[in-house]
């Protein structure tokens, strides 16, 4: 396949780390910013020093601040944080053209809404086709070309397979899916169960309390995508117990760090100062909680963490009460 024209929409970790591998790929690459101060600052140091330190961004890459760099693209990769997903989706809009397929990196649900990204993309972008990009992938490693597998979901089969062709590579492997929702809901959702990962490694429990909480978490993301409509076997794949295992695990996880501050005793805004990077799982925990009781879903794991949020339950007394729930059956 030729080189095409992308621009990626968002220079943070993610957006640098993409914007590098589909430029090395052979593509016309042009990578936006929302402020022109980092832009020029990527600009002159040849990296994102504050994001994404030590990885050069090659002088092919164009870089701007205007939104209008999406028109007569071959390819738009959406990769802000999903609090701004609608705000840039709607800026960008008038410049889409007509069945360009839109590439969305975010991970969350909107407070509000609790619609998923790519609805959002839908309502704000006619002229777009949505694809969630998903899975086991830190930013940091995807830009040292460490082996990685993730999931292109779309509901047309042909764009998820062009997407595919695009950006797969040597490092990069990409797998096609058309459940577009359960990958959502998965990329979403692992945020809440890594934070209270964190937060069970702040308190100072060990690896068993890890793995039931991630067995368990992975079974209530299951059981609420199943019931919107997902696929279950989605969950357990690349977009739901992959990015689960390592959102849960590793020190890059910023929602892992977050909770590890909070398991420590600080409260969540002094979490997420020091931390200094979008914490998609305190976002998400809401919108999770309200998903949660409009499905009319059990998720006591999200609740907790709820609780432990915006309600100040002791981190301890969560895990506590969690354990010693009535007696069930596992598969339940």
């Known amino acids: 396949m030729n080189g095409k024209k992308i621009a990626v929409i968002g220079s943070g970790g993610w957006g640098c780390a993409v914007a590098v591998m589909l430029c090395s790929n052979g593509n016309d690459v042009t990578l936006w910013s929302w402020k022109e101060e980092e832009r020029s600052a990527i600009e002159k140091n040849g990296e994102n020093k504050e994001f994404l330190?030590?990885?050069?961004?090659s002088g092919k890459i164009h870089l701007t601040c205007d939104i209008s760099c999406v028109c007569d693209k071959d390819l738009i990769v959406l990769a802000v944080p999903s609090r701004a997903v609608r705000s840039t989706a709607k800026a960008m809009?008038?410049?889409?053209?007509?069945?360009?397929?839109?590439?969305?990196?975010?991970?969350?649900?909107?407070?509000?809404?609790?619609?998923?990204?790519?609805?959002?993309?839908?309502?704000?972008?006619?002229?777009?086709?949505?694809?969630?990009?998903?899975?086991?992938?830190?930013?940091?490693?995807?830009?040292?070309?460490?082996p990685t597998a993730i999931v292109a979901a779309c509901k047309v089969s042909d764009t998820a397979k062009f997407v595919q062709e695009i950006f797969m590579c040597e490092y990069f492997r990409v797998y096609t899916n058309d459940d577009i929702l359960g990958v959502e809901l998965g990329g979403a959702l692992k945020n809440v169960i890594a934070l209270c990962a964190g937060i069970t490694d702040g308190i100072g429990f060990g690896d068993n309390t890890k793995a039931a909480l991630m067995t368990?978490?992975?079974?209530?993301?299951a059981r609420l995508g199943t019931k919107m409509g997902a696929n279950e076997s989605t969950f357990y794949g690349l977009a739901g117990i992959g990015d689960l295992i390592v959102t849960c695990t590793s020190m890059h996880s910023r929602n892992?760090?977050?909770?590890?501050?909070?398991?420590?005793?600080?409260?969540?805004?002094?979490?997420?100062?020091e931390v200094h990077m979008v914490v998609e799982g305190v976002y998400s925990s809401h919108a999770?909680?309200?998903?949660?009781?409009?499905?009319?879903?059990?998720?006591?794991?999200?609740?907790?963490?709820?609780?432990?949020?915006?309600?100040?339950?002791?981190?301890?007394?969560?895990?506590?009460?969690?354990?010693?729930?009535?007696?069930?059956?596992?598969?339940v």
Request: with cysteine; charged share 35%; hydrophobic share 40%.
């Open 53 to 57: 330190p030590g990885v050069k961004i």
């Open 93 to 146: 809009a008038d410049y889409v053209k007509k069945g360009t397929p839109l590439v969305i990196l975010s991970k969350g649900l909107e407070d509000k809404t609790l619609k998923t990204m790519s609805e959002i993309a839908e309502e704000e972008i006619k002229n777009c086709i949505p694809v969630a990009l998903s899975g086991p992938s830190h930013a940091e490693e995807v830009a040292r070309k460490v």
């Open 216 to 221: 368990r978490g992975i079974k209530e993301i």
């Open 256 to 273: 892992r760090r977050a909770g590890i501050l909070i398991g420590e005793g600080k409260t969540l805004k002094q979490a997420l100062d």
């Open 288 to 331: 999770a909680y309200e998903l949660s009781k409009k499905m009319n879903v059990e998720m006591p794991i999200i609740h907790k963490a709820y609780e432990v949020l915006f309600e100040n339950l002791p981190p301890k007394d969560a895990v506590i009460s969690l354990m010693k729930r009535d007696k069930k059956d596992e598969i």
